[in-house]
């Protein structure tokens, strides 16, 4: 079992930024790849993020390439999500997962487990 609990989330106007991060319990965390989900209201849970168990893989969906970061931080048990150039469209509930493999993959239905979620609204 892994515990995943997120944190960050906010308030924020257009072009400002937020950090997200994640903190895990329970079973061995570096065993785990990770992912960032969103989900905002009305729509599907979408994949925004995912690295890989050593950082070496990162993954991005094109709807974020080059404004969010992922990272992670095997020592501390936790991943992060770096979010710059926000728009009112990241608007969403943002949800981390973990998934017992190497690789991240983008489909929800391949995660064991899930945080709670923390919301994020970005204002025009």
């Known amino acids: 079992q892994v515990q995943l609990v997120e944190s960050g989330g906010g308030l924020v106007q257009a072009g400002g930024s937020l950090r997200l991060s994640c903190a895990a319990s329970?079973?061995?965390?570096?065993?785990?790849?990770m992912g960032w989900f969103r989900q905002a209201p009305g729509k599907e849970r979408e994949f925004v993020a995912g690295?890989?168990?050593?950082?070496?893989?990162?993954y991005y969906a094109d709807s974020v390439k080059g404004r969010f970061t992922i990272s992670r931080d095997n020592a501390k048990n936790t991943v992060a999500l770096q979010m710059n150039s926000l728009k009112p469209e990241d608007t969403a509930v943002y949800y981390c997962?973990?998934?017992?493999?190497?690789?991240?993959?983008?489909?929800?239905?391949?995660?064991?487990?899930w945080g709670q979620g923390t919301q994020v609204t970005v204002s025009s």
């Open positions: 690295i890989g168990r050593s950082s070496g893989s990162r």
């Open positions: 329970g079973r061995t965390f570096s065993n785990y790849a």
């Open positions: 997962a973990a998934e017992n493999t190497f690789i991240p993959s983008v489909a929800t239905k391949e995660y064991d487990y």
